[in-house]
């Protein structure tokens, strides 16, 4: 049991991708000016107030959906949580221009600390080459053997 455990840690590679404390004004919202990852991957978001009736939530929005929110019109999001004083978001990003913003929805401002972590899998392709090879040498080994098979067996049965 502890074997499996200890391989499905190792499956994932896990990196912290950000580590800030941002002062956010009432009513207001800040975002990570770059985006969280190139590949998919799965995305931890873990924010924490010090007040504890701060009304803050965590979005993951797009890029052209950021460019909406900054410009103050509609705009779509990823992921989000819903507000209070702490909260955790864990979801699957596929695009590469995928952002997160912290928002203040209180009326006084808060100081948030965000942390973000990121575990994409150590995921290995074989190249054409190497995989026509593999096939190659299994439909050998496996004819081989039943050959093998074959000529013990028909010896066995004639007399």
């Given at each position: 049991m502890i074997a499996a455990l200890l391989f499905l840690m190792a499956a994932f590679a896990r990196a912290d991708l950000i580590d800030e404390t941002f002062e956010i004004p009432a009513g207001d919202w800040r975002y990570v000016?770059?985006?969280l990852t190139e590949e998919p991957a799965m995305v931890d978001c873990i924010f924490q107030c010090g007040r504890p009736d701060a009304?803050?939530?965590l979005v993951l929005v797009s890029h052209a959906d950021l460019n909406a929110w900054r410009t103050g019109r509609d705009h779509d999001e990823i992921a989000a949580t819903p507000a209070g004083p702490r909260g955790t978001l864990r979801?699957?990003?596929h695009d590469a221009d995928t952002y997160v913003a912290i928002e203040n929805r209180a009326p006084q401002?808060?100081?948030v600390r965000l942390r973000v972590f990121l575990e994409q899998p150590r995921v290995r392709y074989l190249s054409r080459g190497r995989q026509l090879a593999v096939i190659a040498i299994s439909f050998g080994v496996f004819f081989a053997?039943?050959?093998f098979s074959a000529r013990k067996l028909l010896k066995a049965i004639r007399p």
């Open positions: 000016p770059r985006p009304q803050v939530r979801t699957s990003v401002p808060v100081r053997i039943v050959s």
